[in-house]
């Protein structure tokens, strides 16, 4: 019993002498307060614009947009779809010009342009053929030279331009007829008086024709570019009336100007190889009368009379200029003026 007491008082002995392990609380800390934010304003930012500034009232602005191109020159002459020629014979100017046999020549020559001063070249007939397609006479005096020129021509140049001819013969009985009938003679064909033609069977055949296949070409819609169309003996006015003439005019001349679409672009020159007189113009040592010319076409002025003087070399050079061909011989020379005047607005 004791040594429970002794044990006893022994461990409340230990007990108090050893340290206390319950944690003391810390006191509370002292709160402090959230200090006061002071608003500082900022600065306004400063914009920088990247527009281009507006241009000062006094200057106005540059035009940007691209200039309309430069309208294209007008052409001296039409580049036109067909040219085609009616050469009648032997007349004077004042002798076709207000005749009332010709009603049908005088009814175009007022619609249309005339040019009354229009000269041949020389006597007799063939010379003046040769210079509408050749340029030059090549010293041909007579109707019936000894030998074919070698020398180009216009069918030369028309070919190398990638363009087509014929001359259509009335009477003559084959193509490329080369000898004199009742009413056909090839004194009224300078195609078959050069050589590089009449010396190639194929070439003459194709494009020196008889009148008949006119019709063929048109009801075909085939017409060459540059057409030359010859009247016989009788309706060219060498042997009969200008009565005679103006009714056969009334017929082929006709069926090109009614054809549809042709005058649209086209050109029908109507005139006469040589006259009687011996007027003359344009620097020419020789004269072959003054004679009447014709344009017929929606692109000439109607009603005209051009009194520009002009020969059988300016119908070459038009013809040349209209389709930017090389100008043959005396069709060259200055002296010889551009038939234009009529294509003007």
């Known amino acids: 019993m004791d ?20 944690s003391t609380p810390s006191p509370s800390p002292t709160l402090r307060p959230y200090p006061t934010l002071t608003t500082v304003p900022l600065p306004s930012p400063t914009v920088t614009s990247t527009l281009t500034p507006a241009p000062s009232p006094t200057q106005p602005p540059t035009p940007t947009s ?34 009332s046999d010709m009603p049908v020549l005088n009814r175009l020559a007022k619609q249309y342009t005339l040019l009354s001063q229009y000269y041949a070249i020389m006597h007799p007939s063939l010379p003046n053929y040769m210079a509408m ?23 030369d140049l028309l070919e190398a331009s990638g363009r087509t001819w014929k001359t259509y013969q009335e009477s003559m009985p084959a193509p490329c007829g080369l000898q004199d009938t009742l009413l056909y003679v090839q004194k009224h064909n300078p195609f078959v008086y050069f050589a590089s033609i009449r010396n190639n069977p194929a070439r003459c055949k194709a494009g020196v024709v008889p009148l008949g ?54 050109l ?72 234009e005047i009529p294509f003007r607005p």
């Not at 309208?71 to 010009?97: C, G, M, Q, S, W």
Request: hydrophobic content about 40%; glycine content about 6%; aromatic content about 8%.
């Open 3 to 22: 040594r429970m007491v002794l044990r006893l008082a022994l461990c409340l002995l230990l007990c108090a002498c050893a340290p206390s392990t319950r």
């Open 66 to 99: 691209t200039p309309s191109p430069s309208p294209t020159p007008r052409r001296a002459v039409p580049n036109f779809d067909h040219i085609f020629i009616i050469a009648f014979e032997n007349k004077e100017y004042d002798l076709v010009i207000g005749n």
């Open 133 to 155: 397609i050749g340029g030059d006479t090549f010293g041909f005096t007579t109707n019936y030279p000894d030998q074919p020129v070698d020398a180009p021509s216009l069918p």
């Open 213 to 266: 296949e006119l019709d063929r070409d048109l009801q075909k819609n085939t017409l060459p570019h540059f057409g030359f169309i010859m009247p016989n003996l009788c309706n060219s006015s060498h042997d009969c009336e200008l009565s005679v003439s103006d009714q056969w005019l009334a017929v082929w001349g006709m069926k090109l100007v009614n054809a549809p679409g042709f005058l649209q672009n086209s």
């Open 268 to 339: 029908l020159f109507i005139t006469w190889e040589e006259g009687t007189g011996e007027h003359t113009c344009c620097g020419l040592k020789t004269g072959g009368g003054r004679v009447a010319a014709v344009l017929v076409s929606a692109l000439v002025r109607k009603g005209f009379n051009d009194k520009t003087p002009y020969t059988h070399y300016s119908l070459l050079r038009t013809i040349s200029t209209a389709w930017d061909l090389p100008l043959l011989a005396n069709a060259a020379k200055q002296e010889h003026a551009l038939i």
